[in-house]
């Protein structure tokens, strides 16, 4: 979980590299550090703390000339944040360095037999581990000793190497860990992430498990793990850059909020077609989608949420059996899994590392399988049997709201698009779905442009230290995610109960004061939740609802209402979670922290 890049050709690499590694920051911020080669030398710059500590300590890179560099910023996994567990990691006279972005799950064994060597070890790293295995088969063929290292390694990995002895050359591979090159008249690079190159070059591979890239500043050449020469295609990045940048608003994720109404949009609007609902990459026919004889929707975090509330949209629509899992308690659960079963893997990145080990549980156990990916030509994209993208763009900030949104649109089209097959929707009842999905990009703008309101009365709880959330059924779901929002960038303690379950324990912590937060969005279960509102009322508590308008009756029971518009009930999840962003943001904001980094967090998790 961290992120690497690298360049190689007729600049400057190491202001190349502190800009990549800036747009890289989202995968890790605990450390920075680069390697510069300047065909003589190979010099070594890492700190512990932001990159702007990197940048400072090599004047923007001044202090590291050269034409060839890799570059990294960390997360750590294997010991501390510090100076020594830094990337780039050397072996003992550096004249080879590496950065790494993944894990090394038997360097404690590897490191051992180097030991026994004679090696010696400076950092608590696996990464070191690496440098000196490869230093130990390194033979003068940097391609060989590579081959060698990736056929000890067990784990998963994007590297990015370079040997002094191999002036003008870099070499990278991965395998579980993301990794694209960039080609460019200017020179060629490497990164873990399609932004941090894109100032320089739309032109890219993504290279694929077990495959190994040399880079020169002309050329690039690529192998299998049998050392074979692979002839690839490079794909054109269409992204506009502005969309990796903040946009004019204090955080990225202010600004992914605001972009909500476009990204619904553009993962509705191309799948709205001839008066029904057309998926072109669905990959299934009608019969097989009437074949299908369960569903189990599998993710981690936000993701894993916009899962429980599909779960009540697919049953009560297409009346098909689902469950939600942890990606992270599926892997290990023994699921009972068959050609008539299809997983449903819905993650952001498309790389989080327990969402992909089920992806490929459920494919060896014959299920069909299928990615809900927002990242084009992720892990999860390329191993699913098929794969609905959401539009969202890329998404920076750590906690997730735009792609959140149209993981829940992708959600809702597939359950439509079962009912239809299925014949559990009549066709009037889609057509007036439809209409409602159609509507949900201009209401979203509507709340969000109400933010103020909720800022107001966040800016009240700045000092709380645990607030709850209560909702029955898709009202639950949303709850989920509200509470999820708040605590992971405010740090206020927070949980989400079904509104019935809280009288089974939970209510004993319900004090004066308390801030609850109740959602009311269900018709079937509006007064039901009512009566949980009056029993923490009675108990002290301090209820904020979020209810559809025309429910003025909470008025009665709530201290502080927020109306979402009216649509359809299956669908106002995508609604209620608006205000549940914004509160969580205000909340962070106003107690002065940085809401794209929240601490502890990074964005992609492709770690187990
Ligand atoms: C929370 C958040 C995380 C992710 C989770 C899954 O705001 O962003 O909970 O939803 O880590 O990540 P993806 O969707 O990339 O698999």
Not at 430 to 449: G, H, N, V
Not at 552 to 577: C, H, R
Request: hydrophobic residues 40%.
């Amino acid at each position: 979980m961290c992120g690497i890049v690298g360049y190689i050709g007729n600049k400057q690499a190491a202001p190349i590299l502190l800009d990549g590694l800036g747009k890289l920051e989202y995968r890790g911020y605990d450390s920075a550090g680069m390697a510069v080669f300047d065909g003589q030398e190979i010099r070594i710059a890492k700190a512990k703390g932001r990159l702007k500590v990197l940048y400072n300590m090599t004047r923007g890179g001044g202090t590291m000339p050269g034409t060839a560099g890799i570059g990294h910023t960390r997360w750590a996994t294997h010991g501390e944040p510090s100076d020594t567990n830094a990337h780039p990691h050397s072996n003992e006279d550096a004249s080879i360095v590496v950065v790494h972005n993944g894990i090394i799950e038997n360097y404690m064994k590897l490191k051992k037999k180097l030991e026994a060597r004679g090696y010696q070890f400076h950092s608590e790293t696996d990464t070191e581990v690496i440098a000196q295995m490869l230093d130990y088969y390194y033979r003068g063929n940097p391609l060989e000793a590579i081959m060698k290292v990736m056929h000890r390694m067990e784990g998963s990995y994007a590297l990015g190497i370079m040997f002094r002895d191999h002036p003008g050359e870099i070499y990278a591979v991965r395998k579980d860990s993301p990794l694209v090159v960039g080609q460019s008249p200017e020179g060629n690079f490497i990164a873990s992430d399609v932004p941090a190159i894109l100032k320089y070059t739309r032109e890219v591979y993504f290279i694929e498990n077990e495959e190994l890239v040399c880079l020169k500043a002309d050329s690039l050449n690529f192998y299998n793990i049998d050392e074979e020469e692979l002839q690839k295609e490079p794909v054109t990045i269409e992204w506009d850059i502005h969309a990796a940048e903040k946009g004019g608003y204090a955080y990225f994720m202010m600004k992914e909020m605001q972009e909500q109404p476009k990204a619904v949009a553009d993962t509705l609007n191309p799948r709205l077609k001839n008066g029904g609902i057309e998926i072109e990459e669905l990959g299934m026919d009608e019969e097989e989608l009437r074949a299908v004889e369960k569903i189990f929707i599998v993710a981690c975090g936000s993701a894993y949420h916009t899962g429980v509330t599909a779960k009540y949209v697919f049953e009560g629509l297409a009346r098909i059996p689902v469950e939600v899992d942890l990606a992270s308690e599926f892997r290990y659960r023994n699921p009972i899994l068959n050609k008539n079963t299809l997983v449903l893997i819905v993650s952001q990145s498309g790389e989080t590392a327990d969402s992909l080990a089920a992806l490929r549980q459920a494919r060896a156990l014959g299920s069909r399988t299928m990615g809900i990916v927002n990242v084009v030509g992720s892990s999860i994209a390329r191993e699913a049997d098929s794969v609905l993208y959401t539009w969202a763009g890329p998404e920076i900030a750590v906690a997730t709201t735009k792609a959140y949104s149209t993981q829940l649109i992708a959600l809702y089209l597939l359950a439509l698009k079962f009912a239809s097959a299925r014949g559990t929707l009549r066709k009037e009842e889609l057509q007036t779905m439809l209409e409602d999905l159609r509507q949900l990009p201009e209401q979203i703008s509507l709340l969000l442009s109400h933010k103020e309101k909720v800022q107001k009365f966040a800016n009240r709880y700045l000092a709380a230290e645990h607030i709850f959330f209560i909702g029955r059924g898709i009202d639950y779901a949303i709850s989920l995610e509200g509470s999820l929002k708040l605590k992971e960038i405010s740090y206020i303690h927070s949980e989400a109960y079904a509104a019935g379950e809280l009288k089974h324990g939970t209510i004993s912590l319900i004090e004066e004061g308390r801030l609850v937060v109740a959602v009311l969005t269900q018709p079937e279960l509006y007064k039901k939740t009512i009566s949980n509102i009056v029993e923490v009322k009675s108990r002290g508590a301090f209820v904020m609802a979020v209810t559809t308008a025309g429910n003025t009756e909470v008025e009665k029971v709530a201290d502080y209402v927020i109306y979402i518009p009216e649509t359809n009930p299956y669908f106002t999840n995508s609604l209620a979670v608006i205000p549940l962003q914004l509160f969580g943001y205000y909340v962070a904001i106003g107690k002065g922290l940085d809401v794209d980094k929240p601490r502890n967090l990074a964005k992609s998790v492709t770690v187990e």
